[in-house]
């Protein structure tokens, strides 16, 4: 019998290239995404379409309510920076940073990694593109791995195998285009754009529109991005 | 001006005395309960009723679905275990074990905490009466409180204040009931049943109410509690 995975699956370009991964390493993989009051919701319909062309065993959306504590522009109605705003947002903490998003998407992972008997948790952080993050560096990784082995009846028990996979964490957003490509990823049905449209349209200009375009560009693959204008491929 | 705090508050002994803790310690708190499909809502009518009497800033209840993972006595329609099931229960890992929980409720705690500018979460976790539950254990809180302190901005910017607070975490029922007692927590407020009904009276008989009954006995207090049948109090 195949080991199980579950998979953090936003509907984004990153998490399903993971989900490849996870599968072609073996893995039967349990997709997990989250219905948090995002202003993307067509994030989610990308993540039904994507989960389905991996061919996860099950998929699970959760509902939470991230706005009830408010302050970021991925739920609130805070500008989604564009052009030059986006260029100096990658110098800080981006503002569209919710807070412990990744520490509470982790957590529902768990737990569903504890009720099927998983040892194995797939998330598609990436250090190098979005470093401004602080919940997607590796040494936030590893100390979340180290706390999740406490936390669970398999750590109780002595069993130190609970892993945070995190495959893509030193790659250029270039080389997971390149690895998902290989497993045959097919990024039309993903959605990265912080402002799509409810067809999932991307906008183009926003940071991580900018930084999935110059992936494509870099890894001389076609850009299948379905953008809603043609704002400055030049 | 004050410090302040996120309090997680469930509506039982533990944590309305950690409420009554951290208001005692100058802290301007923040209570955070959640609606997770408990059996025992009336739980939540308690955090009302101890967020008001403790005097907590704001309450917010956050509904989060750990039903949708199935595999525990307090979500699922498994029968609580009573008498002689609860005392040897008390020797493994009690299937009222809800997986993560404490991980997910110190998550969005953390969230909280960062939209406030907070650097202070208290718990009411306990490892002598509770020794079953993983996430009760003092090497979890303080891997916790590392893995927390790297997923935050402020862990970036190399603040290292965040604390996770477990001010009960050595005491035994008795110790903190005298405690709470002594801060002038009205236990009569708080619902510690695992099978409570409607109007938040107690069975009496569960591991949850059978620790609590032991604690007022030793620590010489009356008991408050509100049962609804006098099942054995000899």
Known sequence: ???????????????????AIASSRGFETYALSFSYGQRHSSELEAARRVAGQVGTTDHKIVPIDL??????????????????????????????YVPARNTIFLSFALAW???????????GVNALDYS??????????????????LATKAGVEGDEALT????????????IIEQGVELGVDYGLTVSCYDA???????????????RRKGFEEAGVDDPTHYRELAGTA
């Open 1 to 19: 019998m195949a080991k199980k995975a579950v998979v953090l699956l936003s509907g984004g370009l990153d998490s399903a290239t993971v989900a």
């Open 67 to 96: 706005r009830a504590f408010g302050a970021s522009a991925l739920t609130d109605d805070i500008e989604v920076p564009k052009g030059r705003a986006a260029e100096e947002m990658a110098e800080g903490i981006p503002v569209t």
């Open 113 to 123: 990694a504890e009720v099927l008997g998983s040892s194995d948790i797939f998330i």
């Open 132 to 149: 401004g993050y602080p919940d997607c560096r590796p040494e936030f990784i590893e100390a979340y791995q180290v706390m999740a082995r």
């Open 164 to 175: 945070i996979h995190a495959p893509l964490i030193d790659l250029t957003k270039a080389q």
């Open 197 to 211: 449209d409810d067809a999932g349209q991307a906008c183009g200009e926003c940071d991580s529109c900018v930084l």
